[in-house]
């Protein structure tokens, strides 16, 4: 089974404007793909970063002097680039969201298709797993987690099912919490409102949105003059949150304007939002959520 099959490869790739002698960053190498894509691009003087924090992913470590993989959360992609005298790069690619590895694998517990242990840690040395969120967060907190992250009207019902029945015993695996939520889940949208709550979880345990502003924060540095950002998203919250930062600078407000009306923003959208296409869709149905935006440095 191939590990990750690599989202908006193409299009994602080609956003980053390659030239044969720059240096990128792909800082969600996974599986590879789009690793390859970037090196096939490259010449002989180009250089590209890659970085996963899951261990799973250091197994697929390209043979290719141009590259190094650096074992860390993307959060740091500043500070672990600096131990390579780098602090400047001509494009960044982020493929946000879990690889299909991380799916498919059931006992890392991403996948509401298995029954295993409550985990979702991408690093698998995190001390914060799906089982603490489950069972030590108190009713308020979980409830705002499935409100904000699972985007679920009906979050504080199931926050307070979730305490009730936890209460008797705790909940252990992924298919005992199936069981707890069976009455909030009818069997018409079962995957639907089951995954909406294991990614609210999911999110929570990585800290996924924590960690996508501080690396969007990062980018204005990083990128040399027209350097280019390439970012696939999978669901609203991470999307709006890309949008915002390229067209704004910012992640709520509005930016300031001088005397003149003028406001300073330091990327530029490039194009528009790219989705997959119906070609793509058919061989790969996990694609079906993505967004793809590109923005430059000014």
């Given amino acids: 089974m191939e590990y990750h099959n690599p989202v908006l490869l193409k299009e994602s790739v080609d956003g980053l404007a390659i030239k044969p002698d720059g240096m990128y960053v792909d800082v969600t190498f996974g599986g590879g793909g789009h690793s390859k894509e970037i090196l096939n691009r490259l010449g002989e003087k180009g250089k590209l970063f890659g970085f996963d924090q899951d261990e799973d992913a250091q197994k697929n470590r390209i043979d290719d002097s141009r590259f190094i993989l650096i074992p860390q959360n993307f959060r740091h992609i500043k500070r672990y680039l600096r131990f390579y005298n780098v602090k400047k790069v001509d494009g960044i690619l982020a493929d946000l969201g879990v690889s299909s590895h991380q799916f498919d694998e059931a006992e890392r517990g991403f996948s509401t ?16 797993s799906a089982y603490e969120v489950v069972n030590l967060y108190d009713e308020e907190k979980l409830a705002n987690i499935l409100f904000q992250y699972s985007e679920l009207r009906n979050a504080k019902a199931i926050a307070k099912k979730i305490v009730a029945a936890r209460a008797e015993k705790k909940i252990k695996t992924s298919f005992e919490l199936k069981e707890v939520l069976s009455e909030f889940v009818p069997k018409a949208v079962e995957h639907k409102i089951l995954a909406q709550i294991f990614q609210g979880i999911r999110i929570e345990v990585n800290q996924e949105i924590e960690v996508l502003k501080e690396f969007l924060l990062q980018i204005p540095e990083l990128l040399n003059e027209k350097g280019r950002l ?37 990327l530029k959208t490039v194009g528009k939002m790219i989705i997959p ?22």
Avoid at 113 to 128: C, K, S, Y
Avoid at 286 to 297: E, Q, V
């Fill in 113 to 128: 298709r298995f029954d295993a242990d409550l985990d979702m840690r991408m690093n698998q040395t995190g001390e914060l």
């Fill in 230 to 266: 390439s970012v696939i998203s999978y669901h609203s919250l991470e999307d709006r949150l890309v949008k915002r930062f390229m067209k704004t600078g910012l992640f709520e407000g509005e930016p300031e304007k001088d005397f003149f009306g003028n406001i300073s923003v330091p």
């Fill in 277 to 298: 296409s119906f070609e793509e869709l058919k061989l790969n149905n996990r694609a079906r959520s993505a967004k793809l935006r590109i923005a430059t440095l000014k």
